[in-house]
């Protein structure tokens, strides 16, 4: 078909807003159905730009404009002109007020991007570019502008009526309306505009600053919803503090407020003084939430908390700089949650996350690096890329700097920058100058995508006692960038002697040996070698510990050093990555042979790491060894991905785990009881992770006794972690063993949590992930629930996304069956909700990593989704990149 294809906006055509606002007052006559929005702001004339053609230019969607005066003066039709994305008023003056009134329709607005309806309540959301849906404006993060809101409602509707900054005053009115006036001090972009409206509940608390304010903090929810906040609470404390004691920052505002709802696009958004989040990530009991849901809370909390500083008080100057507030804000909430439990642990879980998501992402075709150059649609690039790979490229000029050089680079960029829209140059230029080093090469990681491969080889000359390693870079060509540099990559690394002890890692032409340890290579080269002297036999290298940059490592490692490493290694880091590359390895074998026996070896390296569970070990990191790579981590090491051999593979391995390590798996079980307490520390948590994944272990090859303890687990109910590991392995089962007990158990869990909607999430999560063969007919079955909705993306998360990312080996039945069912609810979706109807496009931009069988059925539902008249922006480039 005919399609105008949208325009692609550039990096390199950034030119600074011909206008600036310096001032705009809003009122809001807030109703479900309709909203008047009256806008006063003060323009003028931005001396730092070129003059236009003397036109003034707002972003606007979806407006109805009633009246555009300007200087007191209502403009005829004549002097301006509603185009369907903009207002634009012809030849304005260099300095002028101008005032509007639009009508906007919250109730109407599935996209939840501006002013929408969630349950009852009224909210907003503006980033990226969701503020022109409330008021023409100039929507763009360089605009910073100081806001006062006046919003009048009902009063009986919406007693709670919520914007940024500090409460100037409330008052009722004769009609039964009420008026609350807010007014931010700071000026903001107006993607950090927030407005709340409705019958909310508030849970409060009170914070003293560093410098002795008394900060009221308040969470707002829903008031069946009141005793679900205490952890959230806690965390954002803790939060507050950790930013004071870690980068000196302190909150800024008279008050700090937060708002769950149920109907939001992302997580959580950083609106100045007024965050707004999914209720996922604020509501939490022991028995509604689980330890992973407790751990989400906690880093998303203090993620937008942190925005505070990294984006609102400093924000990006562009949305090509979005890495710049998201990368640091992750790094930053990264090492808060570090701090507040174990530090290993939670690198390891990150860099599984920045495996499973990221680095597929930079080998596909939406491919960009992490300042990207160009897009169609910015929503599509809040992206692991941006996030998680931005997170890395800070912590690595963090590594380099060291611990004290970073704060001070930190201190600096704050003090800067401070109330200014800025660049990633701008960081990494205070980096450079706090830091006294030159990061000339290392800004590449900012500008070149791709994941780079490190190909290692290494050689030892007995005589000489030298050890000679090897690296070679190179980073596999992406779209739209042919040609690649070599990077400036920290590479940690360690040298073990036969006894499993760290070595002094001694570059030959030193003259003393440094303490045995890990020393810090610095890789500039395509082709770098490295000699180490003062050795007495051949060592083994432990390469990228701590994983120290976002990189592929290859070594030609055998199984028996991957097995010692696993055992020895000093960095917990690498002792857990030799027992995923030993899995993946063993795994992959069992795929491209499939009547091969499990190696004993393998059952007793594993025997070995469960004897560690004693007193002192770390139950955490012991669950995270235990934990074999995922099918789609795997799917991402083969060439073709082989879906039915990869599950097959795994299964195999699952239960002969689970058989030849009965009795210690068993032991691990009575070890790790559940205390009748129950408990939300570190290691309670390490407790219940290794009971459930030697539960999981034992239920592959279940017995009578066995079924009873996981039924046991799921009946007592104790606690959410508990309840929702015994419920999936009583789903995933074959009902050969455990008759209809899973069956039984989804019932009575939807009997019991029908009316909680985030633990109903995980009710459809589970089904859409079980890996039964009638997972498709049900989860189509599952559309038709009472309970489910295309309007509410937490809910089509659990059941549409858990099946078509989590659930491999149905979702890509070679019949075709999950690619059409997908296409057509992303079909559906898209006239609704387009973020969210984008997103789920993920699993099909893969289709190149399939036979050809495959390839040739999703290649068919993504052309069949190309043809679609009228697609988004936001569905067409995900689309059109994946096929071009
Ligand atoms: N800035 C938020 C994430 C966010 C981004 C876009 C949104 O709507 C399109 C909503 C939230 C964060 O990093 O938490
Ligand atoms: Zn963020």
Request: charge should be negative; include cysteine.
């Amino acid at each position: 078909m005919y399609r105008t294809t949208p325009p692609v906006i550039h990096l390199k055509d950034y030119r600074p807003p011909e206008f600036l606002i310096d001032r705009a007052a809003l009122h809001f006559d807030l109703g479900l159905e309709e909203t008047a929005v009256h806008a006063e702001l003060d323009l003028r004339r931005n001396p730092a730009a070129k003059r236009g053609d003397g036109d003034l230019y707002l972003d606007g969607e979806h407006l109805e404009l009633l009246e555009v005066a300007l200087d007191d003066r209502t403009l005829p039709p004549a002097e301006y002109e509603i185009r369907e994305d903009a207002l634009v008023v012809h030849r304005v003056p260099d300095r002028f007020r101008l005032r509007t009134r639009v009508l906007i329709r919250p109730a109407d607005n599935t996209a939840l991007e501006g002013l929408y309806v969630s349950g009852d309540m009224l909210c907003t959301q503006c980033e990226a570019e969701g503020f022109r849906r409330i008021t023409y404006f100039i929507d763009r993060p360089d605009v910073m502008t100081r806001f006062s809101v006046a919003l009048a409602a009902d009063a009986e509707r919406f007693p709670v009526l919520l914007a940024n900054g500090n409460p100037v005053g409330e008052e009722t009115l004769e009609d039964g309306r009420k008026v609350a006036r807010w007014d931010d001090p700071f000026p903001k972009p107006s993607y950090l505009f927030a407005v709340v409206a409705g019958d909310l509940a508030a849970v409060s608390d009170r914070f003293t600053t560093l410098s002795g304010r008394e900060v009221p903090l308040n969470i707002y929810v829903e008031p069946e919803n009141t005793d679900k906040c205490d952890h959230a609470m806690r965390s954002l404390k803790a939060a507050m503090r950790w930013d004071e004691e870690r980068y000196g920052r302190e909150y800024d505002l008279d008050v700090f407020n937060i708002v769950a709802v149920s109907h939001f696009n992302m997580g959580a958004m950083e609106n100045k003084g007024l965050n707004v989040f999914n209720a996922k990530y604020i509501l939490a009991r022991p028995d509604t939430a689980t330890d992973m849901d407790f751990a989400g809370i906690e880093g998303v909390v203090a993620h937008e908390y942190f925005h505070n500083w990294t984006g609102n008080r400093i924000t990006c100057r562009d949305w090509f700089q979005l890495s710049l507030k998201e990368g640091f804000t992750v790094y930053r909430d990264q090492e808060f949650s570090a701090d507040q439990s174990s530090r290993g642990v939670k690198r390891i879980e990150d860099v599984r996350m920045l495996r499973a998501r990221q680095f597929p992402e930079d080998a596909g075709p939406m491919a960009h690096p992490v300042r990207p150059d160009s897009y169609i649609e910015i929503n599509n690039f809040y992206t692991a890329t941006v996030y998680e790979k931005g997170a890395e490229v800070v912590r690595m000029q963090a590594n380099l700097l060291g611990p004290e050089r970073f704060r001070k680079g930190t201190d600096l960029y704050f003090e800067r920058f401070d109330g200014q829209a800025v660049t990633t140059e701008d960081f990494v230029r205070c980096m450079e100058e706090a830091g006294d080093i030159d990061l000339s090469q290392f800004r590449r990681w900012y500008a070149q995508a791709g994941t780079p491969v490190l190909e290692c080889a290494d050689s030892f000359d007995a005589h000489t006692g030298a050890y000679t390693l090897e690296i070679r870079q190179h980073t596999p060509t992406t779209p739209g960038q042919s040609t690649k540099l070599p990077l400036q990559i920290p590479f940690a690394v360690g040298l073990l002697d036969a006894a499993g002890a760290d070595l002094p890692v001694q570059l030959d032409g030193e003259t003393e040996a440094p303490a045995p340890g890990t020393r810090m290579l610095a890789l500039r080269e395509a082709v770098e070698r490295f000699t180490f002297v003062g050795l007495d036999a051949e060592p083994v290298p432990s390469l990228l510990r701590g994983f120290s940059a976002p990189v592929i490592v290859r070594y030609p490692y055998t199984d028996a050093q991957l097995t010692f490493l696993m055992a020895h290694d000093s960095d917990g880091f690498n002792r857990w990555d030799a027992a995923q590359s030993l899995s993946v390895r063993l795994l992959l074998e069992l795929v491209a042979e499939s009547d091969k026996p499990v190696p004993e070896a393998y059952i007793e390296a594993v025997g070995r790491a469960l004897k560690q569970d004693d007193a002192d070990a770390d139950q955490a990191l012991l669950a995270e060894v235990l934990t074999l790579p995922s099918e789609s981590y795997l799917g991402d090491q083969m060439t073709v991905v082989d879906v039915d051999g990869i599950h097959r593979a795994r299964e195999q391995l699952a239960a002969a785990i689970g058989e030849q390590l009965r009795d210690a798996l068993l032991g691990v079980l009575e070890r790790n009881q559940e205390p009748v307490e129950y408990d939300l520390s570190p290691a309670a948590m390490g407790r219940r992770a290794l009971r459930n994944a030697a539960l999981g272990y034992l239920m592959r090859a279940p017995t009578p006794d066995i079924v009873e303890r996981c039924r046991a687990q799921f009946e007592a109910g104790h606690n959410m972690t508990d309840v929702i590991a015994a419920l999936r392995c009583l789903v995933d089962a074959d009902p050969e063993h455990v008759g209809d007990a899973g069956e039984q158990a989804l019932t009575a869990f939807y009997q019991r949590w029908a009316e909680d909607p985030l633990v109903l999430d995980k009710w459809f999560g589970l089904q859409a992930q079980s890996s039964r063969p009638d997972t498709l007919e049900r989860v189509e079955g599952l559309l038709e629930h009472p309970k489910f909705t295309l309007t509410n993306p937490n809910r089509v998360r659990a059941l549409i996304g858990a099946f078509a990312v989590g659930n491999p080996l149905r979702f890509h039945a070679v019949d075709g069956a999950g690619y059409r069912f997908l296409a057509d609810r992303i079909l559906e979706l898209d006239p609704l909700n387009p973020q969210i109807a984008s997103r789920l496009l993920y699993p099909m931009t893969r289709w190149r990593r399939y036979d050809e069988i495959r390839q040739a059925l999703i290649r068919a539902q993504l052309e069949r989704i190309l043809e679609v008249e009228g697609l988004s922006n936001d569905v067409y480039e995900v689309v059109s990149k994946s096929l071009g």
